[in-house]
């Protein structure tokens, strides 16, 4: 069993206290840190399994609850919603943790892994603050059209207009999902056929959770496209550490990464940037969570070999 512990620091926001979990080995002895960011409309407890998994194998395992989500909200209200400058400060508030669990644990290698949303936003910290870290997991991410992305911003913006960026757009959740989403449910009707995971039982709590199952507000949705849109440019790619060991892990079936392609799109990115220790793996009829898969033990082992073979 891991020693699990809960901690608070202040968001970028200047009033919000961020709700984050530390994870760490019975015997208080660890080899290396793992930093996780998690994905829309989910929260970091989440990924307490896998956590223990990694707890049992020397290291400690760190991660928050982003704006709008988890336990960082004061009521339900609050869900979605990030703040006035929303990527900037949820890429601020991952460095934060950073700098506080590094302050504390000097010398001790760092990675960090983003999931989904947390993807995208890892991808942009890696392009900013990226220096000094063991190495980079990309999970569930994609590659999405720069005209896309534009047209969704525009849009957020002008219907924000009207209704205030804490509105909760139906349409921006429905255009959310592009074409690869629709061979699968959405909406939880269809447990066996959910786009998340093959896996019903997860399928089910996800589905009968509500910190997974609120509509995301304007500011939410404009936060979520700027760091897909800056992740997009190549001469912010081109700022990602040479050095930097970087792993790119999704399911073969996630929609997120148009079914694999999105993925390679932006292994493509990052190898024309000129990383050099850059891996990818595809998860045969995998989905969205590889975490909470059928096959999710051989991810946790892929996962936990990649890490240990870079500290060798």
């Not at 999704?250 to 024309?272: I, T």
């Amino acid at each position: 069993m891991a020693k699990e512990e809960q901690m608070t620091y202040l968001s970028a926001n200047g009033t919000t206290k961020i709700h984050a979990v530390k994870w760490m080995p019975e015997d208080g002895k660890y080899k290396a840190i793992l930093q996780i960011t998690h994905g829309m409309i989910e929260y970091i407890e989440r990924y307490h399994e896998f956590a223990e998994y990694l707890t049992e194998r020397g290291f400690m395992v760190v991660g928050h609850d982003h704006l709008g989500h988890g336990a960082s909200v004061k009521d339900e209200t609050e869900w979605g919603y990030f703040a006035e400058n929303p990527s900037d400060t949820l890429v601020a508030d991952m460095h934060r943790l950073r700098m506080a669990v590094q302050g504390e644990n000097p010398g001790v290698p760092y990675f960090m892994m983003g999931h989904s949303m947390g993807s995208y936003m890892l991808r942009k910290y890696l392009c900013l603050h990226g220096e000094n870290l063991s190495g980079a997991i990309i999970m569930g991410t994609g590659c999405v059209p720069d005209g896309t992305t534009k047209f969704g911003m525009t849009l957020c913006r002008v219907m924000a207009r009207f209704r205030g960026w804490n509105y909760r757009s139906r349409l921006m959740q429905k255009l959310s999902y592009s074409k690869p989403y629709h061979k699968f449910d959405l909406y939880g009707k269809d447990y066996t056929n959910s786009w998340l995971t093959k896996d019903t039982e997860h399928v089910k709590k996800y589905y009968s959770d509500p910190r997974c199952t609120f509509v995301f507000t304007l500011n939410g949705y404009l936060g979520l496209m700027e760091a897909v849109y800056f992740d997009n440019q190549m001469e912010n790619i081109k700022k990602v550490p040479k050095d930097l060991p970087v792993f790119m892990v999704s399911g073969a079936d996630d929609p997120v990464g148009d079914l694999g392609e999105g993925v390679k799109k932006v292994y493509h990115m990052f190898k024309e940037a000129g990383v050099d220790d850059l891996t990818y793996r595809l998860y045969e009829t995998d989905r969205h969570e590889i975490l909470n898969e059928t096959d999710r033990d051989q991810v946790y082992a892929d996962i936990c070999a990649w890490m240990s073979v870079r500290l060798e």
